[in-house]
């Protein structure tokens, strides 16, 4: 059984594929346009030297968000495997 976590609590190479995007509005439209699509695999690459924002690979392009941003964004570990 999986267990929902936010974007912000990946660490370095961990996956999550996306459930839910818990923001709306104008910057819901934005990540939706930049891939942060429900079913879609986002990987972490890396953190700021200060820890925020945050770099992910999403569908071949890699965005970086602030954590306030990211903790929004829930879905499911994706093992590493997969």
Do not use: C, W, Y
Request: aromatic share 4%; charged share 25%; glycine share 8%.
């Amino acid at each position: 059984m999986s267990t929902t976590i936010s974007l912000s609590e990946l660490s370095p190479g961990e996956k999550m594929m996306i459930t839910t995007l818990q923001i709306d509005g104008p910057m819901r439209r934005r990540l939706l346009d930049l891939g942060f699509v429900p079913g879609f695999i986002i990987e972490m690459i890396q953190a700021s030297p200060l820890g925020d924002p945050t770099a992910f690979r999403v569908s071949g392009t890699t965005i970086a968000l602030r954590k306030d941003e990211s903790s929004h964004i829930l879905g499911e570990k994706v093992m590493q495997d997969e």
